[in-house]
Structures are given as structure tokens and as C-alpha cells.
């Protein structure tokens, strides 16, 4: 059964940065590509970043030079290195996986900008 555990958010100021992480079990972790996914109240769910099996890494456009996605293949992990956070990056933030024809969610962490 794969298993994905979101951990990292809270409640920062607009500028401060985040990192969010997700461990992964019941895959062989290192053949699967990765993906991070935000939704925002009353918004649906939208794709973040991605990161392939060989580390290329993708980035929606509200994120791009900000966010970072990267995984360790030995502890099973995918981070989101968030810099620069602005109130719009206010979300619940899900870690995603595509195993054996079905797609696999984590619970999401909250992630909230204010000051």
C-alpha cells in the first residue's frame, strides 16, 4: 500500500520561506516520478512541481525561480524548498505519486502567508 506523509507547513510572513517535505512508502520509490500540488480555499488543486525518476525537474509558473523540488532516493523523500512566499501561495500543499494505473495523495500540510 503506498503511503505518502506531508510534513512542514505553517503560518510565515510574506518572504520567508518553507520547506516541505514527503516521505513515500510501499513503492520503489527511486523508478517514480514525484509531484507536489497546492489548492487554495475555494480553488481546485493545481500542480506545483514535479520531479522525474531522473531528477528533471518541472515548475508551474507562479512558482517558477522561487520553489524547488528535489528528492532523496536513499530516505524515500520529496522536498519543496519555498522562497520568497507571498499571501497568494496560501494553500494546503499535497504530495502526489501515479503507482500501478492509480493516483496516490497524502493528507497535505497547511501553509499559510500573512502577516
Known amino acids: 500500500q503506498v503511503h505518502l506523509v506531508e510534513s512542514g507547513g505553517g503560518l510565515v510572513q510574506p518572504g520567508e520561506s518553507l520547506r516541505l517535505s514527503c516521505a513515500a512508502s510501499g513503492l520503489n520509490f527511486r523508478l517514480f516520478a514525484m509531484r507536489w500540488y497546492s489548492q487554495a480555499p475555494g480553488k481546485q488543486r493545481e500542480l506545483v512541481a514535479s520531479i522525474t525518476s531522473a531528477g528533471t525537474t518541472d515548475y508551474g509558473d507562479s512558482v517558477k525561480g522561487r520553489f524547488t523540488i528535489s528528492r532523496d532516493n536513499v530516505r524515500n523523500t520529496v522536498a519543496l524548498q519555498m522562497n520568497s512566499l507571498s499571501p497568494e501561495d496560501t494553500a494546503v500543499y499535497y504530495c502526489?505519486?501515479?503507482?500501478?494505473?492509480?493516483?496516490?495523495w497524502g493528507r497535505g500540510t497547511r501553509v499559510t502567508v500573512s502577516s
Open positions: 502526489n505519486v501515479r503507482y500501478a494505473g492509480r493516483e496516490y
